[in-house]
Structure formats: C-alpha cells, structure tokens
C-alpha cells in the first residue's frame, strides 16, 4: 500500500525533478557506480515522513540509508522544498484562493528523543526532549508558515515570529481576525496584534472556550494532518535545517492534497476518481 494517494505524490514528485539541478559528476574516471534515480529517493523520503521510520529501516536494494541522507542535503542546498512550497502555495492561491480574512496560530509539542538544536524540556513528557512548533494557518487550515523552538518555550514570544510568516501577503485589503487560544490572553499579546494591524479573538483565561464554537479549529485540524506525518511527531533529527526540510516536505503534501480534494469538488476531468482522494 503506498504512503500517500498517487493522485497526491505523482504531480509532486515531477515538479521535484523539474526543480533539481543537473547532478555533477565529480569522479574524474567516471567509473563509480550509476546515480540512484531521484524518483526512487523521493519515493523513500516520503515514506520515511508519512511512517516516521529510520533511514536504515526504509533502505533497500534499490538505495541506500547514506544516499537517502546525501540526497537529502543535497535538496537542501538547493532550496528545492522551500520554492517547490512555494509554488503549491501560488497555486492554490490561483485555483482556489487563500482566505486570509481569517488566521489562526497555535502550537504543538512533539517528541524529540535524540535532543538537538531545537530541543528543550518538554513539559507534557515528564521532562523528556521535546519541540514545539508554532503554525500560523489561514480561514481553511493551509500552512502557511511554522517557527520551531524547544518544547519549554511559551506560545506566546512565538506569536510574533509565526506572524512574519504572513508578511509576503501583506498589505491586506481588511486588518485579518487573528484566533487564538487562551494561552495567548494577555495584554502583550494584543499590543503585538494592534503593532501589525491585525484584529485579536482571544480565549479568555478562566472561561470554557468550546473548540467548535470559534475559529481556532482549523488550526488543530492542521496539527492532526502534520502529525499524521510520523517523521515529524517522533523526530530524531538534530539539526534545524533538516527539521526545516521536513517540516516544509509535510506542508506540500498537506496543501497539494488539499488542492486535490477542493479540485475534485469543483472540476470534472476525464479521468476523475468517483470518491475523492
């Protein structure tokens, strides 16, 4: 059974090799072993997001553990998650449009058992390592940018630098309604809000804030999609950029399958599935 619906991962798989650069051959008799097809390391490293197993684990004949982590550096250079993310993003945009009357922040802890740059104290894991990622969403639960801290951190310093992640969308045409939990009750936070012009529907602290009763729903929605990427609720990467890459891998997917889905309710194609994806 595939990880992910081909529906789903063949389009993102061909805007992948469209967007890598030609490989180098450095070996200066070129008679080392042929080059692993990147088609089959994206097929690994996607499995190794959606099931969240080693790299060791997930190799076999067809490619190595130490290709997969070579190949994976080697997209990082390149920038190739963060302008492939950016593009899904523009096309969503143009198909269906981003809603951004309406935005919601949260974060979530997930594990971290191996520690690393952005690890700390998790404080709903007896103390364990742990990371807290800081998401910011729009009305529809498209990522649209996450901040990642060690799992001690308060949500509220990372509502600022959550926030920036929208600035490529700026200016609005109307101040955007902010959703945020009660965590976020304070006057510092309304003060960093009214500093971006933005519109604050805070939780009161001490109150019942029923989940479906406001517009923060979204925003957990989006957190069970990220966390049904296992790679990122068990990460046992250490260094930022590798937990950037994998985090922004799992936004693709997530906003592709949305286009699919959204797709599926407002076009007709030939070869339309008769359930949606």
Not at 35 to 52: E, N, P, Y
Not at 53 to 70: F, P
Not at 113 to 119: H, K, N, Q, S
């Amino acid at each position: 059974m595939p990880a992910i619906p081909s529906s789903i991962i063949e389009p993102v798989r061909d805007q992948v090799q469209a967007l890598l650069p030609p490989p180098v051959d450095a070996h200066p008799l070129g008679c080392h072993r042929p080059r692993i097809a990147d088609r089959i390391v994206f097929d690994k490293l996607v499995q190794v997001l959606v099931f969240g197993c080693a790299y060791g684990r997930i190799a076999d004949a067809t490619c190595s553990a130490s290709t997969l982590r070579r190949r994976r550096d080697e997209w990082i250079a390149a920038g190739v998650m963060e302008r492939l993310a950016a593009m899904v993003e523009a096309a969503y945009d143009r198909m269906f449009g981003l809603d951004l009357t309406t935005l919601a922040v949260d974060g979530c802890i997930t594990e971290a058992p191996c520690g690393g740059e952005l690890a700390g104290r998790s404080p709903v894991e007896r103390g364990k390592q742990g990371r807290k990622r800081s998401t910011v969403v729009e009305s529809n639960g498209i990522p649209l940018g996450m901040v990642v801290a060690p799992a001690g951190r308060h949500d509220s310093p990372l509502l600022e630098p959550t926030l920036d992640c929208r600035e490529r969308f700026t200016p609005f045409a109307e101040p955007p309604t902010v959703h945020l939990d009660r965590g976020y009750d304070s006057a510092v936070t309304r003060e960093r809000l009214a500093h971006r012009n933005l519109l604050g529907d805070i939780s009161p602290k001490g109150k019942p804030a029923p989940l479906a009763a406001s517009g923060r729903w979204v925003i957990e929605r989006t957190h069970a999609w990220t966390n049904a990427h296992k790679k990122l609720v068990w990460c046992t990467e250490r260094r930022a950029r590798v937990i950037g890459f994998w985090l922004t891998f799992s936004a693709v997917l997530i906003t592709v399958g949305r286009l699919v889905r959204e797709g599926w309710t407002r076009y007709r194609w030939d070869n339309r599935p008769r359930r949606k994806p």
